[in-house]
């Protein structure tokens, strides 16, 4: 049976994901779409449209996709988990113990899953598959003043062409600074050292016309593992991204897999 998908956030990626949805020809069927503004649903048919949250059990999603803001798994988190599967694309939520102690326990409890989407971030199968501790992990990320979002900080300041270093620290005390431009800083840390030793670096570019996000991991046989990505932007976001999580995404409900597969 095809899988039933809700959407929450009909910005660029969450409308890109529906609509793939409802063209994927039965492989997957759209659940729901809410939004926090309702005049963004005018896109998709009235009968999708789902006002109040709360009420997502009516639609029966085998898994929902939160691509608005890290407070809906603030506040909306553990009752998805309760019922369905679930992959939160704003995970700066994650940083937050407590909260993602208390969705882990649901998940396991309930028998659904919370997923963890790649987002930007290359080099996280190479993360994961190591059986022993990463003793040093660090992502920084560069990107043109005007594809960062300085709405929780001080606003930017700088002058001329030259880089200027933002942050450089905990990935948790970086997200916490700049909580939409990190999604991939924190899928790294928790994916290796943690929040807390995962070393974030976040860099103002006004030179560079796209996204830049690079990887080093040090392993504690000498191993060393490096990775750079380069990608135009749009807005704070590359624009692989609507790619990459529609790919989490088929991940998610058991879809994707070519006749030759990457495992």
């Known amino acids: 049976m095809a899988k039933r998908v809700g959407i929450i956030g009909c910005g660029?990626?969450?409308s890109a994901l529906a609509e793939r949805i409802i063209a994927s020809e039965g492989a997957m069927e759209l659940a729901f779409v809410h939004n926090r503004t309702a005049h963004r649903l005018s896109a998709f048919d009235p009968s999708l449209h789902?006002?109040?949250?709360a009420a997502f059990r009516s639609r029966e999603p085998d898994l929902i996709v939160e691509a608005s803001h890290p407070v809906v798994t603030a506040d909306h988190g553990t009752a998805f988990l309760s019922h369905s599967d679930y992959m939160p694309l704003s995970t700066t939520a994650l940083l937050d113990n407590g909260l993602r102690e208390r969705l882990k326990a649901i998940a396991a409890d309930s028998g659904t899953r919370l997923f963890l989407p790649s987002g930007a971030l290359i080099g996280?199968?190479?993360l994961v598959k190591r059986q022993t501790p990463w003793k040093h992990?660090?992502?920084t990320f560069r990107k043109n003043p005007r594809n960062i979002d300085f709405e929780d900080?001080?606003?930017w300041r700088g002058k001329g062409g030259d880089p200027v270093t933002l942050a450089d620290g905990p990935v948790r005390e970086i997200a916490?600074?700049?909580p939409r431009n990190v999604n991939t800083m924190v899928t790294c840390a928790l994916?290796?050292?943690?929040?807390?030793?995962?070393q974030g670096v976040l860099i103002a570019d006004p030179g560079l016309d796209c996204a830049v996000?690079?990887?080093e991991a040090w392993d504690v046989d000498g191993g060393y593992v490096r990775t750079e990505k380069r990608q135009p932007a749009i807005g704070v976001s590359g624009t692989e991204m609507v790619d990459s999580a529609w790919y989490s995404l088929q991940r998610a409900v058991g879809l994707g897999a070519q006749p030759l597969t990457y495992v």
């Open 12 to 14: 660029f990626i969450g």
């Open 124 to 126: 996280g199968n190479e």
């Open 50 to 53: 789902l006002h109040d949250l």
């Open 191 to 198: 994916l290796s050292t943690g929040l807390d030793a995962c």
């Open 137 to 139: 992990v660090k992502i």
């Open 153 to 155: 900080t001080q606003p």
């Open 176 to 178: 916490k600074q700049f």
């Open 213 to 215: 996000a690079e990887l």
